[in-house]
């Protein structure tokens, strides 16, 4: 069989059961036997950092992936031998984005703006650039000020506003306008010689609507809330893309549809072929 697959999952509350809705029994196992079939290359796209990414495989004993797109799109490495490698195609393909300025200039770009605090240095990378921003601030008036001082040095960058809700703390992110989940995803896809009808994206979050949204075939994991999914059905819709977007639901070999059930179920939807390898019958 030639069929190929590049499996993009998302980790926290896609891949990793760690939200609230329980994980389906076997759930991460029967992922890790797909991921280790031939034919199938995995990839984990994930906010978080090289480090907050080797940990949680680590911790949920996750197979070791292919590649990495880490740091909000902003980082991609191939992963050989235990060793992970930064790409620097992609940044090249992202750090012409910032008009030549490195990350100590966008830095001083923002000098005076009380509400902005430098996140820690591991939060940090080439091209992304991290703060805490209080809740209270005006936000609105805060990421206006940014974006006029990005423009005026010709500096093409998207401001990423997230909330870390346990630390009850606002965070921002500067990045490179092309350092998007949705266009690493494509980039690697493209140097890796995949189609676009060979990858299947896996996300649960409203940061994952782009993908969600586009050409890419993707599965929203069922733990994902009523909200992101109505977004992701509307958008896709509008996009025109709605047959590239799966919700699961559940029922696939008995499992809940949450997490990397979820996954699985978005993988028998799009590619059957492989679940069939793991002895799965494609179900309705």
Known sequence: MNERLLLCTDLDRTL??????????GARE????????PGVTTVYVTGRHRELAQSAIASYNLPVPAYAI???GSKIYQVQNGGWQPWPDWEAEIGADWAGIDHGGLRELFRGLADLQLQERSKQNTHKLSFYVPLYADREALLAVMQARLAERGVRASLIWSVDEPAAVGLLDVLPERATKLHAIEFLAAHSGHGTGDI??????GNDLPVLAS???????ANASDEVKEAALAQ?????????????????????????????????HFHPAFTA????????
Do not use: C, W
């Open 236 to 268: 896709a819709a509008a996009a025109g893309n709605a047959d590239a977007l799966y919700i699961a639901h559940g029922g696939f070999l008995g499992m809940n549809g949450n997490y990397s059930a979820g996954i699985l179920e978005g993988v028998n």
């Open 16 to 25: 990793l059961p760690n939200g609230v809705q329980p994980e389906s029994p």
């Open 70 to 72: 880490t740091d909000v």
């Open 30 to 37: 029967r992922f890790a036997a797909l991921a280790a079939l």
């Open 200 to 205: 299947l994206f896996a996300g649960d979050s």
């Open 277 to 284: 390898r793991l002895g799965a019958e494609k179900t309705a």
């Open 215 to 221: 050409p890419v075939p993707s599965v929203l994991v």
